[in-house]
């Protein structure tokens, strides 16, 4: 684990850097949503429940006895504080400082540096931070919005001679462990309340934001309350005395396990957010149950924000595998494929066995088939998001078209439900547009669907690979995802239709009529001279010289060759430390560019005179540039275009001046 906390004395300990900062951001951005932290502690404790129930399966020792397996609200007014205690897991001493001392995720701190860019774009402190915030999950920090200081009373399941800790931080300095007692296993949150945070030791309010935020916990969430009764057993006429007792808040009944019809918006909304790590609404869901050969119910999200880490290979958070109401897994890999790891929600299933091992899972059948299942509704639930509500769709597939790309690639099976859902941009539409509509679009006589990848928007549209297409009125598809090179080799074809690189040395344009072809010969002819002078003054920096026949304005471009990598990919492999071959380009001459036709020229008057090379050199480097590729001796280059200028201009003074 890379985050270390520093240790300074046997009890006292500093946060990791980033827990500050998480803990500045937290407490800045969500002060207006104070109530969230009960929703937070509550979610942490029925976790914390779920963990233990799954571990006592094989270890029947772990839970102590009598220990009531719920979670209890107990505020206490004389001392200003309020008390979450859950009888889960709990946390040994350095869980208790690694879990609240420090922050797992890895990609903290680019998430921290985008925060801080957002506020100094002056985003505001509330709503885009808020954001932000939405994509990370801090859920424990949030006590600190309603307390000044928080105590953590642990004792985790199965610790030696039943020991507890305590750890406690005001969140200024660093926070403090120290030994301490209790009954059972498990955890109490003890919360000091702010001066502007007493009102959450009402039970009302409560009872309220349990209703609102945790209902559909399947664990007892309890209240204690004061209530003035006859004592039990008392005489009929004794007097009443002040009573604590524990009512339960929530209905307590897994909210997967209720009928669709009774459920309304807002409690999957909540559900989702319980879940855990977003504050935001989700953008789409779905419930369903499914009585085939399996017996499973599932609830799938579509968050509305892509997480930090969706590009972090060790991220491990999705959906949530439970067997029979007991909560198994939250990243369990084989459930959800890699391009579907957007999706949050879980499966129920009535067919694994409890005991279900990792191992287990990895080769079983029943699970295959669930995987299957998911993968269906998932695509539904897109399906029916891109017919019904296209403007959110797009926003689905702003955060995550590049991952659901990743199955064009990797799940063959799905390639024509995906093909459907796909966007790209293009040169002839804004925004995006998908295949169907592409297709739609075609004029008479076209009957490939071509595509340019590229670093950037700016720079495929800039291509001069794209010139005869252009004059043709084809419409060119813009892939600028570092995926879509492969995504679209998945692809291949749609509605019957190639997909024909712009780049690759062999496109093919239909409809150039038999005509021009004989032209082209002689053409070829008289330019085989000057194509062998190129080969000899670039030698090893291309593969191979060659006329084109998709430049109209440019004189040359560089093409890749079949089974080669375009040059943006090529970089950006090598960024990433990836031993690539470098793929040897071509350059192509537009044979009707009056500047190739001079060259030609030139070189049949004299094959050797030093300007040919030069300027040879200069058009490859030019290539390059407009490729937006590096180029080997930027000096060089700059000399050479400085000198040609200088004779140019001298050419354009006007003789008497000079
Ligand atoms: P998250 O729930 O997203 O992991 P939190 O900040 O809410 O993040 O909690 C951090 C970690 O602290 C949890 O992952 C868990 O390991 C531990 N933790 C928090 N509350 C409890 C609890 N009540 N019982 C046991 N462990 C807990
Ligand atoms: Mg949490």
């Excluded at 008479?444 to 700016?458: H, L, P, R, T």
């Excluded at 062998?532 to 920096?541: D, I, P, R, S």
Aim: aromatic share 8%.
């Amino acid at each position: 684990m890379a985050a270390t906390t520093e240790h300074v004395s046997p009890e006292q300990f500093q946060f990791q850097a980033e827990v500050n900062q998480v803990l500045g951001l937290v407490i800045n951005s969500l002060y207006s949503n104070k109530e969230i932290f009960l929703r937070e502690l509550i979610s942490n404790a029925s976790d914390a429940i779920d963990k233990l129930k799954y571990r006592a399966l094989t270890q029947h020792d772990l839970v102590t006895e009598g220990a009531p397996l719920e979670i209890r609200i107990l505020p206490d007014a004389e001392a200003g504080t309020l008390t979450l205690e859950d009888f889960g897991v709990g946390m040994t001493r350095d869980e208790l400082i690694e879990n609240l001392g420090t922050i797992a995720h890895s990609g903290t701190r680019r998430f921290l540096e985008a925060a801080r860019e957002q506020a100094g774009a002056g985003a505001g402190e509330g709503g885009d931070a808020l954001g932000l915030i939405g994509q990370f999950g801090v859920g424990f920090y949030s006590a600190y919005l309603v307390a000044d200081r928080v105590e953590v009373v642990s004792r985790a399941a199965g610790a030696e001679g039943g020991q507890a800790y305590r750890w406690s931080s005001d969140a200024k300095g660093g926070f403090t462990v120290t030994p301490a007692e209790r009954e059972h296993q498990g955890t109490s949150i003890v919360l000091h309340l702010k001066d502007d945070a007493k009102d959450f030791l009402d039970a009302w309010k409560l009872k309220d934001l349990v209703r609102r935020y945790s209902d559909y916990v399947s664990h007892p969430i309890k209240l204690q309350e004061e209530r003035w009764e006859r004592p039990e057993g008392a005489a009929e006429d004794a007097e009443a005395e002040k009573q604590l007792v524990l009512e339960q808040a929530n209905r307590g009944k897994a909210l997967w396990q209720r009928p669709k019809g009774e459920l309304k918006d807002e409690d999957y909304q909540e559900f989702y957010k319980h879940l855990g790590h977003d504050w935001e609404a989700p953008l789409a869901w779905t419930h369903f149950k499914v009585e085939g050969v399996q017996l499973f119910t599932g609830v799938l999200f579509l968050p509305r924000k892509a997480p930090f880490d969706l590009y972090d290979p060790n991220k491990r958070r999705g959906v949530r595998l439970y067997v029979k109401r007991v909560f198994i897994m939250d990243d369990c890999e084989e459930l959800v494929p890699q391009w579907l790891r957007f999706l949050r929600g879980l499966i129920d299933s009535d067919d694994l066995p409890l005991n279900v091992s990792r191992e287990l899972l990895q080769d079983s059948t029943v699970l295959r088939s669930i995987r299957k299942q998911i993968v269906k509704k998932a695509l539904d639930l897109l399906d029916e998001l891109a017919k019904d509500r296209p403007d959110d769709y797009r926003l689905f597939w702003e955060q995550f078209g590049p991952v659901l790309k990743e199955g064009l690639h990797f799940a063959p099976e799905s390639r024509d439900r995906l093909a459907k859902l796909v966007r790209f941009r293009s040169s002839k539409v804004d925004g995006l547009t998908s295949l169907a509509e592409y297709v739609e679009r075609m004029p008479e006589g076209q009957d490939a669907i071509y595509y340019i990848v590229g670093g950037s928007e700016k720079a495929v549209a800039a291509s001069p690979h794209l010139e005869a297409l252009r004059s043709k009125g084809y419409e060119v598809l813009y892939m600028t995802d570092p995926i879509d090179e492969w995504a679209v080799e998945g692809l291949s074809t749609f509605d019957d239709k190639r997909l024909v690189s712009a780049l690759k040395a062999d496109l093919p344009l239909e409809g150039q009529d038999e005509a021009k072809d004989e032209g082209e010969d002689q053409r070829k002819d008289e330019l085989a001279g000057l194509l062998a002078k190129f080969e000899q003054v670039l030698g090893e920096q291309v593969a191979k010289v060659q006329l084109s026949k998709r430049l109209t304005s440019s004189p040359t471009c560089l093409v890749v060759p079949e089974g080669g990598l375009p040059a943006h990919l090529e970089r950006m492999l090598r960024m990433n430390q990836q031993d690539v071959p470098a793929t040897k380009r071509i350059l192509e001459l537009n044979p009707k560019h009056p500047l190739v036709e001079s060259l030609r020229k030139l070189h049949a008057d004299d094959a050797d005179a030093p300007q040919l090379t030069e300027w040879i050199e200069v058009l490859y480097d030019q290539s390059l540039l407009a490729e937006g590729s590096p180029i080997d001796d930027p000096a060089r280059f700059a000399q050479r275009v400085t000198k040609l200028l200088e004779e140019a201009a001298a050419l354009a003074v006007p003789k008497a001046e000079a």
